[in-house]
């Protein structure tokens, strides 16, 4: 037993040894793209102070009491908690009361038959037993406190599991409302380029029953009508989507998104602090949730190295028993009682058991590697917000430049056009490129705005 004892001391410490080290992962002292060790991040800013459009907040707000994954995931907690509070009982006695009666003929052909006539007077026997039996395990090698642990872990595992829903669902509705407004303003950018193509049409209309251009030139003018007249369904159809998948967020049938913002009306915020890659370790909730992974699978391997020891269990029964229901609380001539101790240590199972504590130890190396990645995987998605949000905002310099240059172009054309001293061909190439940069320029900058949100949650923001 000393010998169990002293190999058990040492197994808990080697637990703990590598417990600690397994629950500091290795993380760089700064993000890629960043050279300042400041703390300050904005995950410390809660999301209705981050969003500040209105319609925006009110979607958010719709999301969080809604959707029906947070719903499930908060009777996750529920059941986690109820668990929890199931396995404080486990180091408590068990007790149970019961009541028994039972009547039995005896054969009177047989010796029990024949010896109870003679005793007793007659053929039958009865019996009334009522009391209360108790039953408990002392937690020697602290198998029930493991239990308690793992329940208390996989409770709080649940808890973070909601946060990083939460910001998930949190940044989907942003990126999903910046995809509207980026829609909204692609459809104003081909409705105006329609009817920038139908002056163009009219005046070339003019030239054709002038016999200045040839039906070639009013048939390319035309298709590249089209082109812009195109675009309108398909971008009024994507506009639906879109509002249908903010629906199923929300937690709401399909139906129109109110909006009174514009794409052009919203300002990309800049110089958004990221803070230290040490601080996703408390503040991402899926980081958190694979720590606590980790616990679990620590716990469960104290659980299995418990059970290849004996386990000591103590019981009593106690009550009032009688052959006669007259008697049967005659006290204290019916009362008994009995208590008993003992150990129980496993023989034939001892392979099957060593065999699960082997797996366990397995899948706590398991979860250890999986925290590590959850981490390595954290700090790579903050990395590549940064990176998109610094090349992005000078993506979104030169379209813009590019935009600008080309509307020039357009007012240039349409004026040497009208004087005969431009083509129609540079007319509608230049009417082209304008719609193409146009429709860049607005897709980059909701680009900018979603690679915003995405820091945000990638920080771990917006679970608050």
Known sequence: MKKQIKKLGISLLMLVAFYSHAQKPEVPETFRNTVSADTTTIADIKWKDFFTETDLAQLIDVALAKNNDLQIAEKNITIANLQYKQSKWGSVPQVNAFVDASTTRLSDNSLNGMNTAQAMGQKHIEDYSAGGALT????????????????????????????????????????????????????????????????????????FDAGQVTSLAKQQTEAQRLVAAKLIPQLEQNIQIQENALSVLTGTFPDAKERTNTLNSLVVKDNLSAGIPAQLLSRRPDVKSAELALKIANANVGITKASLYPSLNITAVGGVNSFEASNWF????????????GLTAPLLNGKRLRANYEIAKVQRDQAAIEFRQTVLVAVSEVSNALAKIDKQSAQYTIVNQRVETLQKAISNANMLFKNG????????????????????????????????????????????
């Open 136 to 207: 408990w395990e002392a937690d020697i090698w602290g198998k029930i406190r493991n239990r308690k642990k793992s329940a208390l872990a996989s409770y709080m595992q649940t808890a973070e599991a909601k946060k990083a829903l939460q910001t998930t669902i949190v940044a989907n509705v942003s990126t999903g409302y910046y995809d509207l407004l980026m829609l909204d303003a692609q459809l104003e950018i081909a409705k105006q380029t329609l009817k920038l193509n139908d002056s163009t049409i009219f005046i070339v209309g003019l030239q």
């Open 330 to 341: 005659n006290l204290p001539a019916s009362l008994f009682g009995s208590l008993a101790g």
């Open 421 to 464: 001293m431009a083509t129609y061909l540079e007319v509608i190439i230049a009417q082209g490129n304008l719609l193409e940069a146009e429709l860049e320029l607005a897709s980059i900058k909701k680009d900018r705005l979603s690679s915003n949100v995405e820091l945000y949650r990638a920080l771990g923001g917006g679970w608050e």
